[in-house]
């Protein structure tokens, strides 16, 4: 069974590389060239956004305040083993 997507020429196939490694799926055959993920620049990237969502949080208490209700909303509180997050802002 094939999805829509790939059924209707629309999917590509997604090659993973890592430091000088491409790691890609032979299985999948798609109509489109296939798209390359950086895993390195991809986490860095995360990285920075997780960063500046901490700061935008530290600096909006409004923003805090929206934060903190949807987190509960989501999140039981429990016992934290070790750091959430490797960020240059730490935790709010």
């Known amino acids: ?5 790939v059924d209707g020429e629309k999917a590509r196939e997604l090659w993973y ?9 032979l299985i999948v055959n798609t109509p489109l060239p296939p798209v390359e993920i950086n895993i390195d620049e991809m986490a860095a ?3 920075g956004g997780i960063d500046q969502f901490l700061g935008a949080v ?3 208490s409004t923003l805090r305040q929206t934060v903190t209700q949807n987190a509960e909303r989501f ?3 429990g016992k934290l ?9 730490g935790p709010f």
């Open 75 to 77: 999140f039981r509180k």
């Open 45 to 47: 990237a995360f990285s």
């Open 17 to 25: 590389k890592l430091g000088d490694d491409s790691h890609i799926n």
């Open 1 to 5: 069974m094939l999805f829509r997507s």
């Open 58 to 60: 530290q600096s909006d």
């Open 81 to 89: 083993f070790g750091p959430i997050f490797r960020t240059n802002q």
